[in-house]
């Protein structure tokens, strides 16, 4: 099946220090990936949508200057935190839809997740 | 709008006894439904989806869905639980009439297995 890989699935930095996370899909091509932030205990929430070869779509709130969404290949999107500071703190997971071919409309294409980067920013 | 409810938050149960996940959501189009499984410190899996078709739709693990259009309903069963089962499920909408392309989560319901 559909595999997205996330790495790291970890990572602690020091304060004003950038941090970046990959997203690849291995078996398949992805020209849409999602970003999600989740605090502990709560819901995902969507940050952005990763377009290959275009620019990432930010949802409101969301900085585009701190963080960061490349999406140079079908298989690969990457999310850099800038300049982090302690409450950039999260888990942060990518997302990247399977093509349903019965289906035409996109919202019919499953997700498949990445299992996530928990960032600490000290 | 679209937006997914799901009344409960936290759900203990014992081990072997049924469970019922609720999961409302509204929206003025069609739409997609899922529920996803999310383990601690993981990403999410699917569990199961309606696209079309029968209302009941069976997942893996044992666990099953039905769409209740009148209701706006997809709650999430599974007859007899196991402690493996202890995670957070997230029931999911997407819109399936335009080429608009977001899922909507909904808050979570954290299921506990005592044994």
Same mark, same amino acid.
């Given at each position: 099946?559909?595999? +997205? ?9 020091? *304060?004003? @220090?950038? +941090? ?5 899909? $291995?078996?398949?091509?992805? @020209? @849409? ?20 070869? *275009? ?6 709130? +969301?900085?585009?200057?701190? =963080? ?5 290949? $079908?298989?690969? *999107?990457? $999310? @850099? ?7 950039? *703190? ?7 839809? +399977? ?11 499953? $997700?498949? =997740? ?9 | 709008? !679209?937006?997914?409810?799901? %009344?409960? &938050? ?16 509204? &929206?003025? #189009?069609? #739409? /997609?439904?899922?529920? /996803? ?8 899996? %699917?569990?199961?989806? /309606?696209?079309?078709? &029968?209302?009941? #739709? ?12 009148? !209701? ?27 080429? /608009? ?10 299921? &506990?297995?005592?044994?």
């Amino acid at each position: 099946g559909a595999v +997205v890989s996330q790495h790291p699935s970890w990572v602690i930095c020091k *304060s004003g @220090t950038s +941090v970046k996370i990959e997203c690849r899909s $291995l078996d398949f091509q992805a @020209t @849409t990936m999602f970003w999600y932030r989740q605090f502990p205990k709560q819901s995902l929430m969507l940050m952005a949508t990763s377009n290959e070869g *275009s620019k990432a779509t930010y949802e409101q709130g +969301v900085e585009k200057d701190k =963080f960061l969404i490349n999406h140079a290949s $079908l298989t690969l *999107s990457t $999310l @850099t935190v800038t300049s982090a500071h302690p409450e950039d *703190s999260s888990f942060y997971i990518c997302s990247a839809r +399977v093509q349903n071919d019965r289906f035409t409309s996109p919202g019919a294409n499953v $997700l498949t =997740f990445g299992a996530g980067s928990r960032l600490t920013v000290l | 709008a !679209q937006s997914v409810t799901q %009344l409960d &938050s936290q759900v203990p149960v014992f081990e072997e006894a049924p469970v019922e996940l609720r999961c409302n959501y509204s &929206s003025s #189009v069609s #739409v /997609y439904l899922f529920w /996803y499984v999310q383990y601690p410190n993981q990403g999410l899996q %699917l569990l199961l989806k /309606y696209l079309s078709g &029968s209302t009941l #739709v069976k997942g893996i693990n044992g666990f099953e869905a039905e769409f209740n259009k009148s !209701q706006t309903s997809f709650h999430l069963r599974k007859p007899s639980v196991h402690i493996s089962d202890t995670a957070e499920y997230f029931c999911a909408v997407s819109d399936s009439k335009t080429s /608009y392309d977001k899922v909507i989560f909904g808050p979570g319901t954290s299921l &506990s297995v005592i044994p």
